[in-house]
DNA sequence: CTGAAAGCGCTTACAG
DNA sequence: CTGAAAGCGCTTACAG
């Protein structure tokens, strides 16, 4: 069932049926409600891949993800995803489980047209291609960000967040601290690791070589470069984990080498993910504003698809320390 | 650009490029390279959208999801995934956040053949327009299904699971066994359900109508109704949970209630998402097969769109009951 | 307010 | 092995 089959059985022309779907008010009363009888009786939809070919518009905006098992960017997409439905956007999302090849596969779409804009929670790809994309098409940075780039982009300042945390543990009294890092290939866990070193530096500390160790986001490696720590000859006091997986994997480990959290090893963690409150000890943390940070990005988007200049490229968001017990020696000792 | 541009700096026709792109062996090596080199050389992509409209193709397999959040699904998910992306097929996900409307119109985007197939991970539609739509496009349902719909379906046997767990807790001694539903309006919440009272009536048991309280799926919904039943005059000595983030809810409540699980509750969840193993008392659950149900719906549902036929609708999966610490007296006693 | 007609950018059956 | 031509199902500028 096509169009003109609906025109033919409503005796109008198919333009009057594209008029009565899309432009309702261009048609007149009677005629639209014959047309629309004769839509509902055979229940046509229109073939919505043709129109966007004719129209050159999807009304799809593609996000792509690096984990889509992760609560941290779930809470990040419902931002996206309330924005993007109340403009009569539909989100689809793309899920490249950290591959950079798949993160291509999916930015092709956008260049095929596939999709009005997109989204990236992750953007490890060529910073020189990935301008000259964003230069064509409409695309926005959340979370993810690269240096010195002019993409639009929405994250917190990730330097000063770990700054800010490792100084918490420094407050606290330690010096033995070591940093369980992301990937250092991702432009996050080199900034967080930044953070961490400048934190040290300006109060003296030095950092054991020893004391960094590479994680790679997942809850498994937190466990096991915590393990890595405590089997040194001098483990540290406290521990700075890149994420709030990675420091509940690494809370797992101290209990399951029967140490406590905190008095044998505080921990802090970094996004402030629901299970952050859950687990006992709770875990100390960096907030990200996840959901603003989504809506933020997607508004962004909108205004590059309506073709609207931009105030500024660069959203740098408000995140909080949040003390919880994983961290506080002092409320735990009775 | 457009394929007739880049057939003319080539000295070719525009079919020859298209063969260039969907059919090399078709055409000399000569042309071949020389229409390459045009391509790489001008940077051409091939409008999808024209392509998909010309050939009645997308690609594309949409995946509707009620909670893209839940750690689940994302397992699930990832099945899906894996046998899509190693057949050709582009994966897009609908978030519906448990709203049939959105559901529903995700299952639009199928019908105006936005995609060419679809797996269901919700189905809260009316049946019979499920199985009409069913008749005509390609679509299975995963772990959620509808009752004695011929709807192609993946799933565990619900009952027979739910039964299976409470079962085990009367086998540790409990007579006093709440349950805390799901959404009841959902099948899923009234197959477990129904298990729980069949295991219960099969071993005599009473089933005190204040011990059945229905939850959301939510690890908050799963601590206020552990909360509730807590509350009681004469509260259960067993909780069996719709699903582990509401048991891992529940776990916190008695905690926060300075009772200890499993001596004063004991508790068990249902999935075996990671976190399970992980909460402390860990969680005693039914393991669902979440990645093979996505493989399988994957299957299924490439077997549909290329025209084969199915040699059954309904496969069941199997489940394992994973006793952990939160169900286990003796062990945990000294 | 409505219709006839052109055209969006591809693919493919047909002919050579 | 290659090209000319038709056509996929819509939308929209134009004319009336």
Redesign the interface.
């Known amino acids: 069932m096509k169009m003109s089959d609906v025109a033919k059985l409503a005796n109008v022309s198919p333009a009057t049926v594209s008029r009565v779907l899309s432009n309702p008010d261009l048609v007149s009363k009677e005629t639209r409600e014959k047309v629309m009888e004769v839509i509902n009786k055979v229940n046509y939809?229109?073939?919505?891949?043709?129109r966007?070919?004719r129209t050159k518009e999807?009304k799809i905006i593609?996000v792509v993800v690096p984990d889509?098992?992760s609560?941290f960017f779930?809470?990040v997409?419902?931002g996206i995803?309330h924005v993007a439905?109340k403009n009569g956007y539909?989100?689809?999302?793309?899920?490249t489980?950290n591959d950079t090849d798949?993160e291509l596969?999916y930015i092709?779409?956008l260049?095929?047209?596939?999709a009005d804009g997109m989204v990236l929670l992750t953007a490890r790809q060529d910073k020189e291609k990935l301008e000259e994309i964003a230069e064509h098409f409409p695309m926005v940075l959340a979370c993810e960000y690269m240096d010195g780039s002019n993409v639009p982009t929405v994250s917190i300042d990730n330097i000063s967040s770990a700054r800010k945390v490792t100084e918490h543990l420094i407050q606290q009294g330690h010096t033995k601290i070591a940093h369980i890092t992301g990937p250092i290939n991702v432009v996050l866990g080199r900034d967080r690791l930044r953070g961490f070193q400048q934190a040290m530096m300006s109060h003296d500390l030095e950092i054991d070589s020893a004391y960094i160790q590479e994680g790679d986001f997942t809850?498994e490696s937190g466990y096991n470069q915590m393990l890595k720590l405590l089997a040194l000859e001098a483990p540290p006091t406290a521990v700075f984990a890149f994420n709030d997986e990675m420091g509940?994997g690494a809370i797992?480990a101290v209990?399951d080498s029967n140490l406590l959290v905190p008095n044998d090893v505080a921990i802090v963690g970094f996004d402030n993910i629901?299970?952050a409150s859950?687990?006992?000890p709770n875990l100390t943390t960096i907030d990200q504003p996840k959901y603003e940070i989504g809506k933020k990005a997607m508004e962004l988007l909108l205004n590059l698809i309506n073709g609207e200049a931009l105030q500024k490229k660069r959203f740098v968001m408000k995140d909080e320390l949040i003390v919880r017990e994983s961290s506080e020696l002092v409320k735990n000792m009775p």
């Open positions: 939809k229109p073939h919505i891949v043709a966007q070919f999807t593609l889509i098992t609560a779930s809470r997409l419902r995803e439905v539909q989100v689809i999302l793309g899920d489980e798949r596969e092709n779409l260049l095929q047209k596939q809850f509940m797992k209990k629901k299970m859950v687990i006992e």
